[in-house]
């Protein structure tokens, strides 16, 4: 009897409103089901909107007359879903599934003062709340000036690797921004090229490195530096000026190279000229003139060229001497016992202006003869001739026996004659370990025609 009152009264509720609100007292119970099935469900009250935990994965729910019904679903690192349920609505399918697919990161730049920026968007500094929406990529840069930009990239696919909770950057490496005078200049770092012109140079935190701008035909110019406690910081901006030039010097493989007058090497070699000053560069070979050229990093002063290409003239005072040991010798002349001291100084004088025509000095009471010196040039012009200046020296060394020294003397000039000079300015001239031809037989003549 009891059950068939209640059919009747499901059967009024069809045709009659008022008697449908009486039915609806009984109250509609629905299932709440949230993905991730971690998460955790609360029921706001109403009276304080605190939060009551119902479920975890899954709760049921039971409507309420006046009241929002309002569900919240929580979990770490998930934006809340928020819903509402009427108690005066109709629901067919009792169970509603709640997806959080918002992901929330919890950010954090150091230093406090770096930007945090979102998507290339500036958003807060210190401290932000980056939201990831399901299926979708977001990219957060933290930068500050003179730091090297670190950038993260989060994205979330439902099944595959979170983006974290928490994540904590900090700037640490340091950045240059380096710029160039002029164009063609390459840096580089450890022998690497980084580029070619304005570029940002990274200094690893605790490390020191080296960069280096170069350009055919200049001086390289190096730069360090640190990122490390207790030493300078870098510069934000730093700017390379190449000021010294770089000459490439090649001349024959076994000619030795001069840098003002120091050895450097031989055949070719890059040739350095400070900004500022003058490089005098010096190539020699037995047998060739010497080549001399000054190359200036000056202004107002003619560029020096990227590359020398030196081709050594022969010089005509080698096949026209020989090499002897007599040069700058004395060699004793034995006076034969039929000879007098008058006649044979005589001879010896007569011997001697055969082969110079001006004496300098003689004397025959002392027994001292020298001549002037005797001068043969070759080349083209002051910079580049070969000077050779030769004269005899003949003294008394015993009067019993009667001996005479005899010398030829044989020198050379030193490398280029510049300006104004005389044969008789002994400083630029070397002795010499050949003779002319013209002398080469002077002394066994007289050791011959005095016996």
Request: overall charge neutral; some cysteine; aromatic content about 10%.
């Amino acid at each position: 009897m009891r059950y068939l009152l209640f059919g009747a009264l499901f059967l009024l509720t069809l045709s009659n409103p008022a008697q449908a609100q009486f039915f609806s007292l009984f109250g509609t119970t629905l299932d709440i089901v949230a993905t991730p099935s971690s998460a955790t469900i609360y029921k706001k009250k109403a009276q304080d909107n605190s939060l009551v935990p119902i479920g975890v994965g899954t709760a049921k729910l039971k409507l309420e007359k006046n009241d929002s019904n309002t569900i919240v679903v929580r979990q770490d690192g998930y934006r809340d879903s928020v819903r509402s349920f009427s108690s005066e609505a109709d629901y067919p399918d009792k169970v509603f599934n709640i997806f959080l697919t918002k992901r929330v990161v919890q950010l954090t730049a150091l230093p406090y003062d770096a930007k945090i920026l979102i998507n290339g968007e500036y958003r807060a500094n210190r401290s932000y709340e980056v939201e990831v929406d399901e299926g979708q990529t977001t990219t957060i840069e933290i930068v500050k000036p003179g730091f090297a930009t670190i950038k993260r990239i989060y994205r979330w696919d439902r099944g595959g690797e979170l983006p974290p909770i928490e994540d904590r950057v900090e700037l640490q490496d340091r950045k240059v921004s380096i710029t160039t005078a002029g164009e063609g200049v390459e840096l580089f770092s450890n022998d690497a090229k980084l580029g070619e012109g304005d570029l940002d140079f990274i200094v690893k935190r605790g490390s020191c490195a080296k960069l280096s701008a170069r350009k055919n035909g200049w001086m390289n110019e190096t730069k360090e530096y640190c990122n490390k406690d207790g030493q300078p910081e870098p510069p934000l901006f730093d700017k390379f000026v190449l000021k010294g030039r770089l000459v490439k010097v090649s001349g024959p493989e076994e000619a030795r190279i001069y840098v003002n007058e120091k050895a450097v090497g031989t055949g070719s070699m890059a040739v350095q000229v400070p900004f500022g000053s003058c490089t005098m560069v010096k190539i020699k070979q037995t047998g060739f003139l010497t080549f001399l050229q000054e190359y200036c990093a000056k202004p107002n002063e003619v560029e020096p060229p990227l590359e020398e290409n030196v081709v050594l003239r022969p010089d005509g005072s080698y096949a026209a001497s020989t090499a002897s040991d007599q040069a700058n010798v004395n060699f004793t002349i034995e006076v034969g016992k039929k000879l007098k001291e008058e006649q044979a100084w005589k001879l010896l004088s007569s011997i001697v202006l055969n082969y110079f025509d001006v004496l300098d000095n003689s004397d025959s009471q002392t027994g001292y003869l020298r001549t002037a010196w005797q001068i043969k040039t070759w080349g083209q012009n002051e910079t580049n001739e070969s000077v050779v200046r030769t004269r005899v020296i003949l003294k008394r060394i015993s009067d019993s026996p009667l001996r005479y020294s005899l010398k030829i003397v044989s020198e050379k000039n030193k490398d280029g004659l510049r300006g104004k000079w005389s044969i008789k300015d002994d400083e630029h001239f070397d002795s010499w370990d050949r003779i002319l031809n013209t002398y080469k037989d002077l002394i066994s003549e007289a050791q011959t025609r005095l016996k």
